[in-house]
Every structure is written in C-alpha cells, then in structure tokens.
C-alpha cells in the first residue's frame, strides 16, 4: 500500500500539468480568452484570433538594432524578447482582458510560469512602462544585467535613461 501511495501523487500531478491553461472564473477583467498562441511579438500574443497587448510593458521594435560589444554584431533588439515569449507560451496562454482601443485589445496573460509581462520584464528583454506594477522586477534585471541590461548589450537608445536612473538608485 505505501509504494502506491507515490505513484498516485505521480500520476495525479502529471494529470494537472497535462490539463489546458484556462481564465480564472474570479478574475478582475471583463472578458477572457484561452488557447493556444497563434502568434506573438516581445509585447503582444494572438489567441483565438485576437490580438491581445500586454499591459505595462515596452519591448524594442523590430526596427531597432542592439549590439553586442563582445562579438560586434549587430541583432535586432526585439529578437530576445520574441524567443522568450516562445518559450512562455509553448503550454498555452489565458489572457484576462481589460481594456480596448481601436482594434488593440489590452489585457493580462498567462502562460505555465505565471504572468508573461512579469517574465519578460524579470528576465532583462522588455522594460516595464510608466506606472507598470513590474519596477521591482526591472530594478532587479538592470542591477544582475539580464538580457538587453547585459554589459556587452548595447541597448536601444530609449532604454539608456531607465538603465541610467536604476544605476543612480
């Protein structure tokens, strides 16, 4: 009876990571959408057709070019940032909805690890914006140089004075 006791906790975790990423039924916004991501940028997925914004962050635009001091290449700034929103969306998303203008619907995700914005903020490859509830965790990627923080980065250029005002602090 002891050896089967394990192997039930076993299978019944497997059954719980194996289950779909669903909405909260308490969540704070009005509306919701879940699935698989059919699409993303560093600070946007596309779920069931929609496109849905991250709240409270900036990532770089395609556009914008880093460098890499060590290997002097060249890369676009927001390929980081797209690699890492591939791989905080292979299990899923469920986006809580909060607002909309225009054709761009603003909101909230989620993928396996917990809040996308959060973890792209923590890991150094989106900024978080003015009023963002995310400044904790981008004071701590600047001051461990994660991502686009790194040393050997050279960032986009309106990412100097936030890197700037976190060393001052």
Same mark, same amino acid.
């Given at each position: ?7 039930? %906790?076993? =299978?019944? +975790? ?9 909405? @909260?039924? $308490?969540?704070?916004? &009005?509306? #919701? ?52 929103? %591939?791989? =905080?969306? +292979? ?9 909309? @203008?225009? $054709?761009?619907?603003? &909101?909230? #995700? ?60």
């Amino acid at each position: 009876m002891k050896t089967s006791l394990p192997l039930i %906790a076993v =299978l019944f +975790a497997a059954a719980a990571q194996a289950a779909p990423l669903r909405c @909260a039924e $308490d969540g704070d916004g &009005g509306a #919701c959408v879940w699935g698989r991501a059919e699409g993303f940028d560093g600070e946007s997925v596309q779920v069931r057709g929609l496109r849905v914004q991250l709240m409270g962050i900036a990532a770089p635009s395609h556009r914008d070019l880093c460098a890499n001091k060590t290997t002097k290449e060249d890369f676009p700034c927001n390929r980081p940032a797209r690699k890492r929103m %591939a791989e =905080l969306t +292979a299990k899923g998303v469920a986006c809580e909805l909060f607002d909309v @203008a225009g $054709d761009t619907l603003y &909101g909230r #995700c989620k993928g396996g690890d917990g809040d996308l914005a959060r973890q792209l903020v923590a890991s150094g490859v989106v900024r978080a914006t003015k009023d963002s509830p995310y400044d904790s965790e981008q004071t701590a990627a600047v001051a461990a140089h994660r991502g686009l923080w790194a040393a050997e980065i050279t960032p986009p250029k309106d990412w100097e004075t936030v890197r700037r005002k976190a060393e001052k602090e």
